[in-house]
């Protein structure tokens, strides 16, 4: 009985190669999964698929392009993107992407009531900015988290950006939680093959919910509980990370987290994003 339960946890929680799928493509939305609010999914574009367009409904959407260059129309407006930039869009939008090359997106969405204001997010400015740009953690456990939607866009349940993991370390340490107010998610990318990494999410160490081995396209929920993971030696873990806010604006906060107890004694590593 205890395997087949985890089983089921593992189905709930892991989905794998979700960057396997040219075109727009979700992977995960709270009807297929524990998500309360947030979505995401891929749009892959190339000689074979150029455009992609969708309409963005109740919903509220960040685009984070991971690789090439794209066109992004909104509302009659265009914006050329490009690698690590993204695009905050409103609920009630009609969005057209496209390319001549090759381009790699992220999409997230949460539901929302109210409508926020259209921006985009140049990763030259995020990089300038040393709370939304910064290292954090003590050898061993040392990466580069940069904050694409945060405090610099005014929005109702989103927060998202990505983490560069140093090769061998862990990440997201100290083990930290913030169920209460946000449910989220991590999205592995940049880990060429031979790379991986364990994944680790659970309340209790004795019985984690999550122990899994992840590569590059495969993503984990985080519906509560802690959740470190680690590299193996040699390689990074790399991963976009998304956060929703239960509840809208109020709950929409980076950085506020309980941390393991035992493992308080150094911070939580994510100061810098508070200044």
């Not at 339960?5 to 190669?17: G, N, P, W």
């Not at 061993?140 to 998202?160: D, H, M, P, W, Y």
């Not at 999550?210 to 985080?222: H, K, N, Q």
């Not at 109020?250 to 308080?264: H, K, L, M, S, T």
């Amino acid at each position: 009985m205890a395997t087949y339960t985890q089983q089921a946890v593992s189905e709930t929680l892991v989905f794998r190669k979700t960057n396997t799928h040219l075109g727009r493509h979700l992977s995960v939305t709270p009807a297929n999964s524990t998500n309360r609010h947030l979505a995401y999914g891929r749009i892959i574009l190339s000689g074979e698929v150029k455009s992609a367009a969708f309409y963005t409904a109740d919903r509220e959407t960040s685009l984070i392009v991971l690789a090439g260059e794209a066109r992004v129309d909104v509302a009659g407006q265009q914006f050329d993107l490009t690698q690590y930039d993204g695009i905050y869009i409103p609920r009630d939008c009609s969005v057209h992407v496209r390319t001549d090359g090759n381009t790699d997106i992220a999409e997230f969405s949460a539901d929302v009531s109210e409508h926020y204001p259209l921006q985009v997010v140049r990763y030259s400015v995020i990089s300038q900015d040393p709370s939304l740009k910064f290292t954090a953690g003590a050898p061993t456990q040392q990466r580069s988290v940069n904050i694409v939607i945060g405090k610099n866009v005014n929005a109702g349940r989103l927060v998202a950006g990505f983490t560069f993991s140093e090769p061998g370390n862990w990440t997201s340490w100290p083990p930290h939680e913030h169920a209460a107010m946000l449910e989220e998610m991590y999205v592995y990318f940049a880990m060429p093959e031979p790379a991986f990494g364990i994944q680790l999410v659970y309340n209790n160490t004795e019985h984690p919910e999550l122990v899994t081995v992840v590569r590059d396209g495969d993503a984990v929920l985080m519906p509560s509980g802690y959740h470190p993971n680690v590299s193996v030696p040699g390689h990074r873990i790399n991963f976009l990370w998304a956060m929703a806010a239960h509840r809208e604006k109020v709950d929409r906060q980076f950085g506020v987290v309980n941390v393991q107890p035992g493992f308080a004694a150094g911070g939580t590593g994510l100061e810098a994003s508070r200044k």
